[in-house]
């Protein structure tokens, strides 16, 4: 017992003795939305919907020379979705954001475990989507190494929804929720720009039996690819990627596809001007004997496709896929405020049925961003999806002759509520 009171006293001595910081934040948004053919195209009859959606997160945080602390908890919540009594063994909508521990040593390697955000490049393929309130994240392991602008994560997840003593079937369903992860991702950088390289395999549970209920394996789906960001010049910069996925769409199908993609930007002074495309290959709807569908995974998919989200938020996988071609223009309409109007064409990158035109729709959308003061920002958005006759043969048949538009409010709050550093007396 005094041998472990002693090796306490000398741990807590080393803490005191090296260089630490404590940090508490918020991060506190509201968001207004008006949906009018958000996500799909509005039918007939319909009544718009609207709805205050709301985050309230609470992040706490330690660094230390030899580890980092994280944990974060928030509740996620509608206006009005509880009763305002509740009763006593209600939890609401209280969860766990975070919980990580990141150890550190020899200054070019970590160990990072535990629920952690995972995030990389333009977040095409994995990304923390902090657009939706929730937010996403992994329970996970990454090694990292990093040492001359070369750094390289090697991640590894196992997942179970309990403690069983027998088996390992996983039962949690959801949008491509896995049951096994591993990914090996490496960038390389310097003074202004830099190349990624990942791959990505995800194991995903089968099941079988009358009630889809029996486990059955595990099949695996591989995604690999290549992201690049440079300048060309003082004011133009190139930004792309290319990815592949294969091995198995279902445990049945064989899965082939791809997902490329280019941008150029230009900016003289303080205006930003863009103009792209992507291609996200897909199976024609008359069907193929191998599924072609590339779907972005894991990724802040809201970022990509246009803001109204009718491809890849939660939907379109094993679709028709999509050919996007954008321009945007970013310009300061204030000291603290700028406005964001961009446009898509959209069309399928397969064949749709019976040789139906492949032109989907065009979208546009505007965003007002306005900074009120240090620790709070308001944005104003607009959307408006201008949808061809083609369009309701991947949204279930609903007509498009619905005007289809989408409007919100958000304000966002990050006020650092304490911050407390230690000098390092090493």
Request: negative net charge; contains cysteine.
């Amino acid at each position: 017992m005094r041998s472990i009171i002693t090796f306490l006293f000398v741990i807590s001595g080393c803490l005191m003795m090296s260089a630490q910081e404590f940090q508490t934040s918020l991060d506190f948004r509201d968001r207004f939305e008006l949906r009018h053919g958000f996500g799909t195209l509005f039918p007939d009859g319909a009544e718009p919907a609207a709805f205050v959606r709301q985050r309230a997160r609470l992040n706490v945080g330690y660094t230390h020379d030899w580890v980092d602390l994280q944990f974060s908890v928030q509740d996620i919540s509608t206006w009005g979705d509880t009763r305002q009594i509740l009763p006593q063994d209600d939890n609401g909508s209280l969860m766990i954001f975070e919980a990580w521990a990141k150890l550190k040593w020899q200054e070019k390697w970590s160990l990072k475990l535990g629920r952690q955000v995972i995030s990389y490049d333009d977040q095409r393929i994995l990304g923390g989507l902090d657009w939706a309130m929730q937010g996403r994240t992994h329970d996970a392991a990454l090694i990292r190494h990093q040492n001359n602008g070369l750094k390289i994560d090697l991640a590894f997840a196992f997942n179970q929804q309990n403690e069983p003593l027998i088996g390992n079937a996983y039962p949690v369903t959801g949008f491509f929720s896995y049951k096994t992860m591993q990914f090996l991702h490496m960038t390389k950088s310097w003074e202004k720009g830099s190349t990624s390289f990942l791959f990505l395999n995800n194991g995903f549970q089968n099941f079988t039996g009358p009630d889809n209920d029996i486990a059955d394996g595990v099949y695996y789906r591989q995604t690999t690819g290549l992201y690049t960001k440079n300048p060309v010049g003082e004011d133009l910069a190139l930004e792309g990627f290319a990815y592949l996925q294969f091995g198995k769409a279902t445990n049945e199908t064989d899965l082939s596809a791809y997902d490329v993609g280019l941008e150029a930007t230009y900016k003289p002074g303080n205006t930003l001007f863009g103009l792209g495309f992507e291609m996200l290959s897909g199976t024609d709807q008359d069907g193929e004997s191998k599924n072609k569908s590339f779907f972005p995974l894991y990724g802040t998919n809201h970022k990509f496709n246009g803001f109204m989200d009718y491809f890849y938020v939660g939907n379109h996988a094993n679709n028709v896929g999509l050919n996007d071609l954008f321009a945007r223009v970013t310009f300061k309409t204030g000291e603290k405020s700028n406005l964001l109007v961009k446009g898509h064409y959209f069309a399928a990158n397969a064949d749709l049925s019976g040789g139906t035109d492949k032109y989907l729709g065009t979208e546009l959308d505007l965003v007002f961003t306005q900074k009120l003061f240090t620790f709070a920002t308001l944005n104003l958005g607009y959307s408006h999806m201008f949808a061809s006759d083609s369009m309701s043969l991947i949204k279930g048949g609903t007509t498009n002759d619905n005007t289809n538009y989408w409007g919100w409010a958000q304000i966002k709050i990050n006020p650092v509520l304490f911050k407390h550093s230690w000098a390092d007396h090493q």
